[in-house]
């Protein structure tokens, strides 16, 4: 049996946290760019899916090969340590500058990783823009312009929608790379990770990594977005909803209620009269 007990995970969890605080910024931004390269190559997997079959759910079902890869592979998404880095911040083993300072550079990196790979693929897609965008590469322009001017428009009220749908988007990112801790085997870690990020994508919610590479792309092939309307509509509130979905609902729920005590001894029964 490869099962690893939620304990035990818990203690795996604070430890992968532990682990990521040893890396050098170097380490964090080449890990970073790597990972957001990785996922920006299963988005535009996923949208070439969607395409060529006209069903949303087609592409949600390819789409988690990259996180997939991701987990395997020991790179860094800022999404996920956003679940797992407080928790040695919470044992008191860091403090919160040196936390912030990991995210910036993760941050840094999935960001290079995922405009780099962007621009590549915009190249590919408009024969370096000899052609129109048609095809993935107006399902990008697309998407990229629902992510940003939609909630515009909608003002206050897009804020909020936008803050939430990340905050159930890494819920389930989180989930996915805590449900790899359960099992020891490289099957059983594709198979727990694949199920949550199947219900993130194939439901619409904000990932700030994947949006890190649909925007600045939609906008290199064309899409009518300024720079202001991708952060303030989307990148800062998407990714300050990832925090919060990513450490409460799956880093902090399961630490606290998983997390390694002192054994406790059971109370001795009550002894009962005799009749």
Not at 27 to 38: F, T
Request: hydrophobic share 55%; proline share 5%; with cysteine.
């Amino acid at each position: 049996m490869d099962y690893v007990k939620p304990a035990d995970v818990a203690a795996n969890m604070v430890n992968a946290g532990r682990s990521k605080f040893t890396l050098s910024p170097e380490d964090l931004i080449i890990r970073g760019g790597l990972a957001g390269a990785i996922l920006a190559a299963a988005t535009s997997l996923a949208l070439t899916a969607m395409v060529q079959t006209n069903q949303p759910l087609v592409g949600a079902l390819v789409f988690p090969v990259g996180l997939i890869l991701i987990v395997l592979l020991g790179l860094d998404l800022v999404t996920g340590s956003f679940g797992l880095l407080p928790l040695p911040w919470m044992e008191n083993e860091v403090g919160a500058g040196r936390m912030i300072g990991n995210w910036c550079y993760v941050f840094l990196g999935n960001l290079l990783g995922s405009v780099a790979y962007g621009a590549l693929l915009a190249i590919a897609l408009t024969n370096f823009g000899t052609a129109a965008p048609v095809g993935v590469a107006a399902k990008i322009i697309t998407i990229a312009q629902a992510k940003t001017t939609a909630y515009e428009a909608l003002g206050y009220a897009g804020q909020i929608t936008v803050f939430v749908k990340a905050v159930l988007c890494n819920w389930m990112v989180c989930l996915g790379i805590v449900a790899a801790m359960t099992t020891t085997s490289t099957i059983g870690k594709i198979a727990c990770a694949y199920m949550p990020i199947l219900i993130f994508f194939a439901q619409g919610f904000e990932h700030s990594v994947v949006n890190m590479f649909i925007i600045p792309t939609g906008m290199m092939m064309g899409a009518k977005i300024s720079i202001a309307e991708w952060w303030l509509w989307n990148q800062i509130p998407v990714t300050l909803g990832n925090l919060v979905g990513g450490f409460v609902f799956t880093g902090l729920a399961l630490y606290v209620t998983h997390r390694p005590r002192l054994a406790v001894p059971l109370a001795a029964p009550s002894a009962v009269p005799a009749e």
